[in-house]
């Protein structure tokens, strides 16, 4: 069996209700559940349907994002999330190199390696070594002014380790933030790059081996084997390039607001929803979330 779900954002919260039953309809789908009242609905079917790619197309234009799954363990017992511009709304490094004047060179090089046209480690590095002389008690200043979470971050968290889950966050930017984030957010363990420092200041270096793609595979399989977990039991969430591997391998990898290069490359997108519509994919009703 699979099951299709239909959400939008919870903020303007839209979904028509003609929509679900049409296409339950057309798709020869079984009865239509509502998860959350013009906000989340799905319904179940025998096999996965030859148009979905299409009729997602059409949707989009609607601000409904569209997911068709197996119904079998979609309601996972791991959640592996990137951090930056997935957990929270803004890219860290960015937010430092704005704060040093370099912002404009540094934001370009982000959106370029986040869509693969760069490699990962060497933008990094690139992009550390810019920020070299910046007072260090600037990550706070940068925290407490400029961070901000992505909406429904906490009830993803809290949802999923109330039924058990457990959460770690593994992010290409730097454990001064994902720390913090963790913390907020109820993850039980989080990973990232360290900047290095000297006397207050940051050298422009950062700590080696670098996080980035690779070690977020090695994040997968050390946290399930940890676990006695199959890779199947994870869901994944990240938007940027050096987030496809972790996504193809979990069981659900999640492309959420993510790079158009990134997105083609996974079968669950979300564009309209919040981070709430990790928890509908997965079978959870408003009525069960956790805050």
């Known amino acids: 069996m699979y099951t299709v779900t239909l959400l939008t954002n919870p903020v303007a919260a839209s979904l028509d209700p003609a929509l679900p039953d049409a296409l339950r309809n057309a798709w020869g789908g079984a009865d239509v559940q509502w998860l959350a009242p013009d906000e989340a609905a799905e319904f179940s079917m025998a096999s ?7 009729v997602w197309g059409d949707l989009q234009k609607q601000g409904v994002d569209l997911i068709v ?5 979609r309601r996972k017992k791991m959640l592996l999330a990137d951090m930056d511009s997935t957990m929270i709304q803004q890219e860290c490094i960015d ?3 704005d704060v040093a004047g370099v912002g404009d060179h540094v934001k370009d090089i982000t959106a370029r390696a986040m869509n693969g046209e760069l490699d990962f ?9 810019l920020l070299k002389g910046l007072p260090i008690d600037v990550i706070e200043q940068v925290l407490a002014e400029r961070i901000t979470l992505m909406p429904g971050g906490k009830a993803l968290v809290a949802t999923m380790k109330a039924n058990q889950a457990y959460a770690a966050l593994v992010s290409g930017g730097f454990t001064a933030f994902t720390s913090k984030v963790a913390l907020d957010l109820g993850f039980d363990e989080n990973r ?3 900047l290095i420092e000297d006397d207050g200041v940051l050298t422009g270096n950062v700590g080696r081996p670098i996080l980035g793609r690779q070690a977020k595979i090695t994040a997968l399989e050390e946290i399930t084997a940890k676990l006695d ?4 039991d994870v869901l994944a969430v990240g938007d940027g390039a050096n987030d496809l591997g972790m996504l193809k391998r979990a069981g659900a990898g ?4 993510a790079k158009p290069s990134v997105a083609a490359q996974c079968d669950i997108r979300i564009n309209h929803g919040d981070l709430t519509a990790l928890l509908y ?9 956790t805050y």
Do not use: C, I, M
Not at 69 to 73: D, Y
Not at 121 to 129: G, S
Not at 254 to 257: C, K
């Open 229 to 232: 977990l199959s890779e199947a």
């Open 121 to 129: 480690e060497a933008a990094l590095t690139k992009r550390v070594a």
């Open 95 to 97: 937010e430092l190199a």
């Open 48 to 54: 996965p349907p030859d148009t979905q790619w299409q």
């Open 254 to 257: 999640v492309a959420l607001h």
């Open 281 to 289: 994919l997965q079978g959870y009703s408003k009525d069960e979330f």
């Open 69 to 73: 799954q197996p119904t079998h363990g």
């Open 192 to 194: 990232a790059n360290t």
